[in-house]
């Protein structure tokens, strides 16, 4: 890999299309151009809006992975991995960084059927601490966890 960094508005395209590759088979949502549309617009209006920090694993000068966190409130809010890259230690080198970048901690929610997902948060380090709906999703159950120094 060649490394994370924070994101450009030129990486969003790749971004959302990492991120509508993986949420899609979670949360219910359609896997339909238009998600894909709303996902990349929603990428800079989170950055303004809600303090999102963006970032982008590289390798070979391309696009593999999506990292956003919160930093001010502690939330690892999306970690995703381009689907054609996965198993290659990508979405460890984003996490350790989300651990670097918030080093007093922080928790994450992920979908309830995410199972690959929530196996790799435990192997990693993070506690499992309840699960609960989504609050813009209610109809989803979603597994929340947080990771403490």
């Known amino acids: 890999m060649t490394g994370i960094r ?22 219910g949502a359609p896997a339909t151009p238009e998600f894909l549309d709303e996902l990349r617009a929603r990428l800079p209006r989170e950055v303004a809006a809600n303090g999102w920090h963006v970032f982008a694993a590289e390798i070979d000068g391309g696009v593999a992975g999506l990292l956003a966190i919160e930093p001010r409130d502690g939330v690892l809010t999306e970690l995703f991995v381009d689907e054609t890259l996965r ?49 813009r999703h209610p109809e989803a159950l979603f597994a929340i966890f947080a990771w403490r120094p």
Do not use: C, V
């Not at 924070?6 to 949360?27: C, K, N, T, V």
């Not at 984003?94 to 929610?109: I, Q, T, V, Y």
């Not at 790799?120 to 499992?128: D, I, K, M, N, V």
């Open 6 to 27: 924070a994101a450009r508005e030129a990486d969003y395209d790749a971004l959302a299309r990492i991120w509508w590759q993986g949420s899609g088979s979670f949360d």
């Open 87 to 135: 198993s290659r230690g990508i979405g460890k080198a984003l996490l350790d960084f989300a651990k670097r970048e918030m080093p007093a901690g922080f928790w994450l929610r992920t979908h309830s059927r995410n199972l690959r997902g929530q196996a790799f948060y435990r192997r990693e380090g993070l506690a499992h601490l309840r699960d609960e709906p989504h609050p």
